[in-house]
């Protein structure tokens, strides 16, 4: 197939959330696309998250953050979130917000999943910082759950694609992971 090159700021789609971090003392999240898991056990998340932002310092200073998963339903206060700056704005009040062990890492209580993260390490990048954090917590919307599991359909997450700035949904279940390739396995 012929190729042409494109733009390195091309992404593979990615799930968004709402980090949480106590910033002056207040609830503060930010919109975030470049989070993924990074080890199995114990569980660890890394987020990718600009310097500038009002979020590194408040991981910093607390040693916890939070990971929420927002459904369609909160796109636009998803988006809000990612536009202005808990240094110049108080984004406390745009959720409900609990706390689980870690006493200080917020989370949204409209948000069908969060995860609550202690600090494991944080890696300097030329204008980011890795931050990875073991789960610490995980809490669910008892109505997503499905035969013991979250079910994806009725959290109906929001992904980003890049650079094209857009949000997608969920769309067909189209196979079964570590099982549609069996068939490909020669004995
Ligand atoms: C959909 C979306 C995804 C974003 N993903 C990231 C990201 O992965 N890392 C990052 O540093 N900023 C990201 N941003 C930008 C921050 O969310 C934004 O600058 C925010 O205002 C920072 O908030 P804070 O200063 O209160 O921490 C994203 C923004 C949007 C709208």
Redesign the pocket.
């Known amino acids: 197939m012929e190729k042409t090159e494109i733009a390195k700021n091309f992404f593979i789609p990615m799930p968004?959330v709402l980090?949480g971090?106590q910033?002056n003392g207040r609830a503060?999240?930010?919109?975030?696309?470049?989070?993924a898991r990074v080890n199995g056990n114990p569980p660890m998340i890394a987020?990718?998250?600009?310097n500038?932002?009002?979020?590194?310092g408040?991981i910093t200073a607390t040693g916890t953050f939070s990971v929420n998963m927002p459904s369609r339903a909160l796109l636009e206060k998803?988006?809000y979130?990612?536009?202005?700056?808990?240094?110049t704005?108080d984004?406390s009040r745009v959720f409900d917000v609990f706390y689980g062990s870690t006493k200080t890492a917020p989370m949204i209580r409209e948000c069908p999943v969060a995860l609550e993260c202690r600090l494991v390490q944080a890696v300097p990048l030329p204008t980011?910082t890795l931050f990875i954090g073991e789960i610490a917590g995980a809490y669910a919307d008892t109505s997503v759950i499905k035969d013991g599991k979250p079910d994806f359909p009725v959290i109906d997450p929001l992904l980003?694609t890049m650079p094209d700035?857009r949000?997608w949904t969920l769309g067909e279940h189209a196979g079964d992971a570590w099982s549609a390739g069996k068939s490909l396995k020669l004995s």
């Open positions: 968004v980090v971090t910033v503060n999240f930010m919109a975030v696309g470049w989070c987020c990718g998250i600009n500038d932002h009002a979020t590194p408040g998803t988006d979130c990612g536009i202005v700056s808990g240094k704005t984004k980011h980003l700035n949000y």
